[in-house]
């Protein structure tokens, strides 16, 4: 069964940084593509970014470009997001997620409404940022 650990979460001031990872389990971590999505109080969960199993391309929502960065490490079977410059938007809780195929990680990428089914899911991490 897949199993999927996030954290790295907290409070923090507009213009920080924080690094989330992820930690996968049950399956051959270095075969599937990872990303991660967020859920902000009263909205819909949103794709925010993706890697393919190597980890040599990635997507990004257009939202957090330039700012985020996904990356992993396929020894210890995490995923990682470093948030940079973060502000009161950002402000959600954080989901790792895979799909359940092997997919490409491009297909990520969709707009809302997220098609939970596709994926495995983590618990969340809840990110909260102050102005």
């Known amino acids: 069964q897949v199993q999927l650990v996030e954290s790295g979460g907290g409070l923090v001031q507009a213009g920080d940084s924080l690094r989330l990872s992820c930690v996968a389990s049950g399956r051959t971590f270095s075969f599937y593509a990872m990303g991660w999505f967020r859920q902000a109080p009263g909205k819909e969960r949103e794709f925010v970014a993706a890697a393919n199993a190597g980890g040599t391309m990635t997507y990004y929502a257009a939202s957090v470009k330039g700012q985020f960065t996904i990356s992993r490490d396929n020894a210890k079977n995490t995923v990682y997001l470093q948030m940079n410059s973060l502000k009161p938007e950002d402000t959600a809780v954080y989901y790792c997620?895979?799909?359940?195929?092997?997919?490409?990680?491009?297909?990520?990428?969709?707009?809302?409404?997220?098609?939970?089914?596709?994926?495995?899911w983590g618990n969340g991490t809840l990110v909260t940022v102050s102005s």
């Open positions: 997620a895979t799909p359940r195929r092997l997919t490409p990680a491009q297909t990520m990428a969709v707009k809302s409404p997220v098609d939970f089914g596709l994926y495995y």
